[in-house]
């Protein structure tokens, strides 16, 4: 939970309390020995293509309040995409062998005449 500056330098102080990451500055305690627990939910909203998922916490003045909050995108529609493009140029003829030109002759070097 978040605590003010001078609450963080007394636990700094008193080697209670390590800093994690200087920017943004974040401290995390060495043991539990006293406090409230603050309440959070997961919370996930499933979708077709994107799945939301959040923290959520329960304050007694502020109400819920998100706490953190992302966003999952799905891979199964662009895979399907991606597998359908490739059908529908194989029906169509379009893949080409790398010694070969679609619209012409042969251009591989062992082959060229002249």
């Not at 003010?4 to 007394?10: L, W």
């Not at 502020?62 to 359908?84: C, E, F, N, P, Y």
Request: hydrophobic content about 40%; aromatic content about 4%.
């Amino acid at each position: 939970m978040p605590c003010t500056p001078a609450r963080a330098r007394m636990l700094l102080r008193g080697r209670k309390a390590v800093v994690l990451r200087r920017y943004p500055f974040t401290i995390i305690l060495k043991a539990r020995t006293e406090g409230d627990l603050q309440p959070i939910q997961l919370k996930a909203d499933p979708g077709s293509k994107v799945t939301g998922v959040s923290l959520v916490a329960d304050y007694a003045k502020r109400g819920k309040t998100v706490v953190w909050a992302m966003d999952l995108q799905h891979r199964g529609q662009s895979i399907k995409d991606a597998l359908d493009s490739n059908v529908v140029s194989e029906e169509a003829g379009v893949i080409a062998r790398p010694d070969t030109v679609l619209h012409g002759s042969i251009t591989a070097p062992d082959r060229m005449v002249g």
